[in-house]
């Protein structure tokens, strides 16, 4: 708590004391040398209501003075003044106090949210060491690192401005920026982002950016621009405010003279007894238009609808999910169409020798060496994948030779004839490339075949029919006899297939593939995770047709829609797509600022399951706000039409102003305050 | 020129108030006024910025007294 506040809080409750204490001694009349009449009480009354409220009071006239002025100070000044006019001395004071004490509340509980999204962003680094030429170290501020200087970054200390590690090797912390809790291994070369929690190493790191260019200037600036990107439900409070306010100040002004004005009207005309205007005299309409003007406050929707989005953004950020807006937050809770890119998104985007699979008599080593022999010294990609697929094997096995029993049995020479092989598999004497075929290669004097069933035919080789699948086939012959096949594919994430359930659960009810790799490819990946629909061969401003497509599949006649489209993309090339679609979703975009440019939501690192999880902050944040809104606006509205027939007194006035706020900003404050819930 | 500062503003609905008049000056390109992260931006002709920062400040004061701007 800050010392204003505490001083506030203390002035209040001095008041509060003192009026209790007047409250009970008026009531039960317990100190008979005081008078009976209770306009003694007043002056007395005035003592709490000016300790607490002289501020609200100062701040009326200042209103009026600078010509704004439907403000709460206003409302509350005249609803109080109002009181005291009706002879309500003690309500007067009890709206003032409990008014005072809700705005407390409120810049408490704001304090304290703004407190915890701080942490949850708590990535700034406070200090650089820059190492100069000469070897002096500087410990500067952040702010003061030009780009190209050689920064060390101890065991322990955030990592500054994003660079390039030039020495030493380190696990660094990326949790605080990407929500993944396993530590990232940096060494010489590698990239590294500022933010970042060094390990135990030491680093010396070179600076590509300036600190107001790296990429936790960029997330604060982004975090801290999202509350600016209100909400449907924000702009609703908005409007709804700039018209609620004056609509119960006039109706109160009309309550407080009209009803007055026709009983009045009534008698003369013999319309009304006078015992019922007698009943109902000038001063309980006028204690009743006080009432209405205590409730005519919007604050309750105010401060809580922006606090419920403000703290939805922070707890997405906690799970290294940036949302640049509370609309985004608010579309994302009412997705119907999830459309992802393959390659990088649902994909690893690294293709890899999936499956070996030997011909009778053969085994899966001899198929994949003869392959290894055939390909080696070859840079054709699929030769590449063959021969890291060969020396994984080579490694496993002797990984596995390396196990204490086998040290034991096998002999020496035996570990180091395995080792010597892995190293010096045999080059080809001869190799023909046949284009979009494969390829043939004489190695240790036999004939070895590698690529497509068409070119084993052509040399006059038989071979089994082949289904049409996801994988690249690459089939193997060695001196006229096939051995086999090899398939190479783009490995599905592991994440990947447990996200597209969950997000199915959590009624996204299509679940779209694009692509520019072939159909089959996509064909098997959609069948692999389990997707509605997929769609293979297209080129980049295809996929923004697709996108569009499927849009206005959800758009009604005219404008209306009934649901949205997220697309998720890797931010490199789909720029258009991104923009396109309501929500743009870049994924693996740590350090990548075109992305973190582009895309409406950014997901630091390239985990699927961070989708379901953004769905479930942002259905829950809206779930929050409605709340407050029907809660506060259900409240508000009874106390108005109760009020109004003399059901309601300003006791409920003041619980349906204050009251209804704390309850709201309590009820936002869930979402910060508990976002393991989630 | 556009310059941010750490600001201290109470209440929401203040906030929005002031982000409005200050918005109105002469010369105010745009500005920002971010209750939740109590930062204050501000965009304005160059050659009378703080000349205008000043007005703005001055503007908000009389919005809601408790209103200041850090580092000014």
């Given at each position: 708590m800050s010392e204003k506040l505490i001083r506030e809080r203390n002035k209040l409750l001095l008041s509060v004391i003192l009026f209790l204490i007047l409250l009970i001694v008026e009531k039960t009349g317990i100190l008979p040398f005081l008078p009976e009449h209770s306009l003694w009480y007043l002056p007395l009354y005035l003592i709490p209501y000016f300790l607490s409220g002289l501020s609200v009071v100062k701040e009326c006239f200042l209103g009026i003075k600078n010509r704004r002025p439907f403000d709460e100070a206003l409302l509350m000044t005249v609803a109080t003044l109002g009181a005291f006019l009706s002879g309500e001395f003690a309500e007067a004071v009890a709206v003032m106090v409990f008014y005072q004490m809700g705005e407390l509340f409120q810049s408490y509980a704001v304090g304290k949210s703004r407190k915890s999204i701080k942490e949850l962003m708590d990535i700034v680094p406070e200090l650089a060491h820059i190492e100069r030429e000469d070897g002096t170290v500087d410990t500067v501020d952040p702010d003061e690192v030009e780009v190209g200087d050689m920064l060390l970054v101890k065991p322990g200390e955030r990592v500054p401005v994003d660079g390039i590690v030039r020495q030493g090797e380190s696990m660094v912390n990326t949790a605080a920026l990407t929500g993944e809790s396993v530590p990232r291994e940096v060494f010489p070369g590698e990239k590294i982002i500022s933010g970042c929690i060094n390990g135990e190493g030491m680093l010396r790191v070179e600076a590509l950016k300036a600190f107001e260019d790296s990429t936790v200037s960029k997330i604060l600036e982004l975090v801290e621009e999202a509350s600016e990107k209100k909400s449907k439900a924000e702009n609703f409070i908005t409007k709804f405010a700039r018209?609620?306010?004056?609509?119960?100040?006039?109706?109160?002004?009309?309550?407080?003279?009209?009803?007055?004005?026709?009983?009045?009207?009534?008698?003369?005309?013999?319309?009304?007894?006078?015992?019922?205007?007698?009943?109902?005299?000038?001063?309980?309409?006028?204690?009743?238009?006080?009432?209405?003007?205590?409730?005519?406050?919007?604050?309750?929707?105010?401060?809580?609808?922006?606090?419920?989005?403000?703290?939805?953004?922070?707890?997405?950020?906690?799970?290294?999910?940036?949302?640049?807006?509370?609309?985004?937050?608010?579309?994302?809770?009412?997705?119907?169409?999830?459309?992802?890119?393959?390659?990088?998104?649902?994909?690893?985007?690294?293709?890899?020798?999936?499956?070996?699979?030997?011909?009778?008599?053969?085994?899966?080593?001899?198929?994949?060496?003869?392959?290894?022999?055939?390909?080696?010294?070859?840079?054709?990609?699929?030769?590449?994948?063959?021969?890291?697929?060969?020396?994984?094997?080579?490694?496993?096995?002797?990984?596995?030779?390396?196990?204490?029993?086998?040290?034991?049995?096998?002999?020496?020479?035996?570990?180091?004839?395995?080792?010597?092989?892995?190293?010096?598999?045999?080059?080809?004497?001869?190799?023909?490339?046949?284009?979009?075929?494969?390829?043939?290669?004489?190695?240790?004097?036999?004939?070895?075949?590698?690529?497509?069933?068409?070119l084993l035919e052509e040399e006059g080789i038989s071979v089994p029919q082949q289904e049409k699948g996801a994988?690249?086939?690459?089939?193997?012959?060695?001196?006229?006899?096939?051995?086999?096949?090899?398939?190479?594919?783009?490995?599905?994430?592991?994440?990947?297939?447990?996200?597209?359930?969950?997000?199915?659960?959590?009624?996204?009810?299509?679940?779209?593939?694009?692509?520019?790799?072939?159909?089959?490819?996509a064909e098997a990946v959609g069948r692999e995770l389990n997707l509605d629909s997929v769609y293979g061969e297209l080129l980049p401003a295809q996929k923004v047709e697709k996108v569009e497509e499927i849009l206005s599949s959800l758009t009604e006649e005219g404008e209306k829609r009934n649901g949205y489209l997220a697309f998720i993309g890797d931010g490199i090339n789909d720029a258009p797509v991104l923009s396109r679609a309501d929500v743009g979703i870049a994924m693996g975009a740590m350090g990548s600022d075109a992305a973190i440019e582009a895309a409406d939501v950014v997901i630091m690192d390239d985990d699927l399951s961070r989708i379901p999880t953004l769905i479930a902050i942002g259905k829950k944040t809206m779930r929050i706000a409605m709340q407050n809104i029907v809660f506060a606006l259900t409240v508000k509205f009874l106390v108005l039409i109760l009020s109004a027939v003399g059901l309601a007194n300003m006791w409920a006035a003041v619980f349906g102003d204050v009251g209804v706020t704390v309850i709201c900003i309590i009820n936002a404050m869930r979402l910060i305050q508990n976002p393991k819930s989630i | 020129m556009k310059k941010k500062f750490e600001c201290e503003i109470d209440c929401a609905n203040c906030a929005a108030k002031i982000q409005e008049a200050i918005g109105k000056i002469p010369g105010v390109q745009s500005v920002k006024l971010n209750f939740m992260m109590q930062k204050f931006t501000l965009e304005a002709e160059d050659d009378r910025f703080e000349e205008i920062l000043q007005e703005a400040i001055r503007i908000g004061k009389t919005i809601e007294p408790d209103f200041a701007v850090k580092g000014v």
């Open positions: 018209i609620y306010t004056p609509i119960v100040v006039y109706s109160a002004l009309a309550l407080a003279i009209l009803p007055s004005l026709g009983l009045f009207l009534g008698t003369k005309i013999g319309l009304v007894s006078p015992e019922f205007f007698a009943a109902h005299p000038p001063l309980t309409w006028l204690y009743r238009a006080c009432t209405f003007l205590v409730v005519s406050c919007p604050c309750a929707l105010v401060i809580s609808v922006p606090l419920s989005f403000f703290g939805g953004i922070g707890a997405a950020s906690r799970e290294g999910v940036l949302v640049k807006g509370s609309n985004y937050l608010e579309l994302v809770s009412k997705l119907k169409v999830v459309v992802s890119d393959k390659t990088g998104t649902l994909t690893k985007g690294n293709f890899a020798v999936q499956e070996i699979e030997p011909w009778e008599g053969i085994s899966k080593e001899d198929l994949l060496r003869t392959a290894a022999m055939a390909e080696n010294g070859s840079t054709h990609p699929i030769g590449l994948f063959i021969l890291s697929a060969y020396k994984k094997w080579m490694e496993d096995s002797s990984k596995a030779n390396a196990s204490p029993e086998d040290v034991v049995v096998e002999s020496d020479p035996m570990k180091h004839s395995s080792g010597k092989e892995s190293n010096s598999l045999p080059f080809p004497e001869n190799t023909e490339n046949r284009s979009g075929a494969g390829l043939i290669s004489i190695v240790e004097g036999c004939k070895i075949l590698v690529g497509k069933a068409k994988a690249t086939i690459c089939l193997v012959a060695k001196d006229g006899q096939y051995l086999g096949r090899i398939l190479i594919a783009d490995e599905v994430k592991e994440s990947s297939k447990e996200a597209v359930s969950k997000m199915k659960q959590q009624g996204i009810e299509n679940v779209v593939m694009l692509t520019g790799d072939s159909t089959p490819v | -």
